[in-house]
């Protein structure tokens, strides 16, 4: 389902690399995990798999079902099912939640041919998806991310991604900052998610939430390349032993 | 010595104002009473239209920007619109000519403003107000209609008011003098619209009686091609309060000009105004507000959204008189800009005279967020439709402080509309 190849990525203002020729092959029912030290490239990866232009792929490509989504703008490629949760997502004042919601439900239905969703379908959806994450209705009035707790913002990442029913979800860091309920929560969440047609990719600093949402395969990511792929057995490794031993091993 | 060194030219709008003038006047209402005011007025157009060297008209350079001064048409014929908000009593003005049909509301006298010009009840209304008050001098000499409304002390009308003043093409001058009486509380909406290339100016005045609540709605949506001079002015009653809100949306050169003097003690006045500017207009919103009684606040907060090579301009002076102690006084104005060729200039002025009071204000430009466009993009919302929504937030606080649902809808409405065509 994603296939990135050779991929080279750099900050479009001064043009520092950050992603150093990285390859990474997630197939379609796959969880994949991805680790990595600070700062060493998660998030930008994130972030040009969303398209997001403040960074500019040099060389390489990302192959999405087969086909290069380079040349899309982020709501294209969100439209056609991926999906990023960020790891600090956005307050954003003046635009309330549920509006964020119909509109974003419904800009996506348009890209695909669809109608617009009738209000109290949408209505529905958000309040049964709300409550499998044992989110309140009423922060949906307010404006979007604005004043929500950490975990609250994880939370509506999660809730968006549940309504927006992706093909390839990217969760960047959704477990730091949840309580250990909230951390059963959306793993469960993510768990129902799962299915043989779509992808997930969680990137995450420990091995607590892979516990949750056992992965297929993890992925080492330092500096802005993969050094070393395996399955879960890595993350307990990771765990254990840190990543000087990975590292070494690569260098 | 040759006179003409001494007297700039007359620009072409000028010598077209002076003409109309003498061709107008044998048809236009009044007695001789009113006959003297608007030759009063022509005397202060005569020694030229403002330039950006009078103070008041400084970013708005009426002189050299008014180039445009189609004659009046009688022929050409505007259509009265639907009401903004449901169940209004509408007063159109049609090209100019108010409608002999007046609605009947209780509490309410509605009067046309031609029959008071021809009986000169209306003649003393008529002063200009300073030589700078070249909008005062142009409504004053050509004023030909309007309405006169009068609400009853202690009336609560819940029906609002609508005035249309609807131009189509030509020269237009209307007034819309409303007195409200004490304790009265009264909702009306000013529509300053049209089709063509028209001139228009439009003056109101609203006087509030002790303790008499009004909200004044302005929603200015005139063609691209037109001019709009409008002035509003307004004396606030003992313990009164005023809520002024208005939407520029339209128009070539527009000035809205706001004047309000906190008569009485313990009044208050808030204004809000949004300033939608696109294409090559350019808006000039000019508020005059004068705290001269003890114990009156106000507060007003304006937001721009600046799109294409448009123009807007913000002048607001409060004066806190001297006797004007405990007066609570706060402007802001927040401008969006959306283009690198538009343009907003600010100039909050403050003359303070009374030296227990808490007065302030603030101005700030910004451009849409990168990163929340971003994000919202990566929701699949495409950037039209997350420029839009983003412009609304930054819009949204401004209207929904007005708390009345159905208002607060039409208004928002009219934001879409906008969004629509020069989004
Ligand atoms: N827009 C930017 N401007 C400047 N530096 C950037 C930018 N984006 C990323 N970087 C730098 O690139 C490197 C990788 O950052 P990134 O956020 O991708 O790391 P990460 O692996 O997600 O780290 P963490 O585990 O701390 O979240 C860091 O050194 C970061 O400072
Ligand atoms: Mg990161």
Redesign the pocket.
Known sequence: MLEIKNLHAR?A?DG?E?IRGLNLTVKAGEVAAIM?P???????LSYVLAGRD?YEVTEGDILYNGESILEMDPAERAASGIFLAF?YPMEIPGVATMEFLKVAMNAQRKARGEEPLKIPELLKRVKEAAGSLNMDIAMLKRPLNVGFSGGEKKRAEILQMKLLEPQLCVLD?TDSGLDIDALKIVADGVNALRSPDRAIVVIT?YQRLLEYIVPDSVHV?YRGQVIKSGDKSLALELEANGYAGVIDEAA | MNMHAQQPQRTGAETALLEAYDSRLSVLPGDGAVTVKRDNALEVLKAGLPTKRIEAWHYTDLRRLLTAVPQHDASAVADKLGALLDGSAVLPVLNGVSSANLPSVDGVRFERLEDKLRDGSFAPALEVQGTDDAIGALNAAFVADGYFVDIEADAEIAAPIELQNIQAGGQTHSRFPVRVGDRAKVTIVERQTGEGAGLSTSISHLTLGEGAEVLWIIVQDQPDDSTYLGQFNAALGKDSKLTLFFMNAGGRLVRQEVRVGTAGEGSDFQLRGINLLAGDTHTDVTMVLDHTKPHTGSRELIRNVVTGKARGVFQGRINVHQIAQKTDAKMACNTLLLSDDGEFSTKPELEIFADDVQCGHGATVKEIDHDHLFYLKARGIDEKTARGLLVKAFLAEVIEELEVEPIVEALEARLDQWFATHG
């Open positions: 900050i203002e520092t950050i990595g600070n700062g060493s490239g998660k998030s930008t403040d790891q860091e600093h990511l």
